[in-house]
């Protein structure tokens, strides 16, 4: 039962181009997103976050969308540096206990 | 800048064997998970633990797992019998108090081995 999907497994875009990371989720009552950031043998690092009140949510680089109804995030990042390399994960939340749910994730290669 | 901290970093046991994994969560956090990752796989929950107690736990968390806060800074997760199944990273998160809408913050992460 995969209630947060990333369908793509890896992604590879130039250096200053933008990276486009896609996430669905099939849960409603999934209230609050994250995305997380994570190197080999590091954990996830947070990176950002959307409440479903909001549909846009900027932090510099990185932008992250939600369509409520069509239940999917995503997250942009430009312009893309090769320093961003690295697995990305999705990350969905709805319960009272903060529990996460999260995607497969996605390895970023951005080439210099 | 405030982490979470496991010890170790890895963890390498026989089969049938009992581990504990240790994780000190950020001092003034109140909600503490373990997650874990098999290799190649998906970051997946094991359990909550909030008010010394835990709140919620997924079906991997088993009778074979407990967890416990034993004096107010660390934060474990014992195996009681390690099986090969049980190889993976091994995650501790804390959430800041005050709101469970916020992000969780996760240690560098255990890597059990089972041989």
């Known amino acids: 039962d995969q209630q947060v999907k990333q369908n793509s497994p890896s992604l590879s875009v130039q250096e200053g181009r933008i990276s486009i990371l896609n996430c669905d989720y099939t849960?409603?009552?999934?209230?609050?997103f994250l995305w997380y950031k994570k190197y080999p043998a590091e954990g996830p690092t947070f990176l950002i976050s959307?409440?479903?009140?909001?549909d846009k949510n900027e932090d510099g680089r990185f932008t992250v969308f939600l369509n409520k109804s069509a239940k999917h995030l995503s997250l942009h990042i430009v312009p893309s540096q090769p320093g961003d390399s690295a697995v990305y994960f999705c990350a969905a939340s709805g319960s009272n206990t903060g529990k996460l749910i999260f995607g497969q994730g996605t390895t970023l290669q951005v080439k210099p | 800048e405030p982490e979470v901290t496991q010890t170790p970093s890895h963890q390498v046991t026989q089969m049938g064997q009992e581990v504990i994994l240790r994780c000190v969560p950020i001092s003034n956090h109140l909600y503490f998970y373990w997650y874990r990752q098999i290799l190649g796989q998906k970051v997946e929950f094991l359990v909550s633990f909030y008010n010394n107690e835990i709140s919620e736990k997924s079906e991997i968390f088993d009778d074979q797992f407990s967890v416990e806060r034993p004096d107010g800074s660390n934060f474990t997760l014992k195996i009681r019998s390690t099986k090969l199944e049980d190889s993976a990273m091994y995650f501790c998160a804390s959430i800041l108090a005050g709101g469970l809408n916020t992000e969780a913050f996760f240690g560098q992460g255990t890597r059990l081995t089972v041989v």
């Open positions: 959307i409440s479903s009140i909001k």
């Open positions: 849960n409603s009552m999934f209230d609050y």
